[in-house]
């Protein structure tokens, strides 16, 4: 009979030969920018670590708006943005906070993303920080916003 720890190796290690191993993956987040914006040009990539006194680095968080998403929002988009953050269910964990619009087929387009430790005030501030340099002045072009997040969006929103 098998036990429950025997399971869960057997299931870690099919996770890694199925998605390969994530820390691993950390590490070619780089080489993952560094295409992005080659194939993107235009485009808004920014990786944040964390140094460590051993001289390693840790990931902190990543912001993502491809030149193609942000155009392509200013074309063809309603100018109603959608702000959420998500749960990333992964062995580091972490959340994916996300700015999208709609399309006029009524489809979700994304316009930016981030990877981030946590979703509070801070983190809210560097992604829309980044994303308003992204698109331009939400006043000037008449962008609307729309979040469940009061308390963490108001005082930026506000502005």
């Known amino acids: 009979m098998l036990n429950r720890n025997s399971i869960a190796r057997a299931l870690a290690d099919a996770r890694n030969v199925v998605y390969g191993d994530e820390r691993a993956q950390y590490a070619k987040l780089k080489d ?19 140094p460590q006194p051993n001289g390693e680095v840790i990931f902190d968080k990543m912001y993502v708006c491809l030149h193609g998403y942000n155009m392509g929002f200013k074309a063809g988009c309603r100018p109603l943005i959608g702000l959420d953050g998500a749960f990333l269910k992964t062995q580091f964990e ?15 387009y994304v316009i930016a993303w981030a990877i981030v430790e946590i ?25 609307c916003f729309i979040s469940d997040m009061q308390k963490v969006m108001l005082p930026f929103i506000c502005l």
Request: charged fraction near 20%.
């Open 32 to 50: 993952y920018a560094e295409t992005l914006l080659k194939t993107n040009p235009g485009s808004t990539v920014q990786i944040c670590v964390e």
């Open 94 to 108: 972490g959340q994916i906070l996300a700015a999208v619009a709609q399309d006029a087929n009524h489809h979700i």
């Open 119 to 143: 979703e509070n005030t801070d983190t809210w501030k560097w992604f829309l920080e980044l994303l308003h340099a992204d698109l331009g002045d939400y006043k000037t072009n008449g962008w």
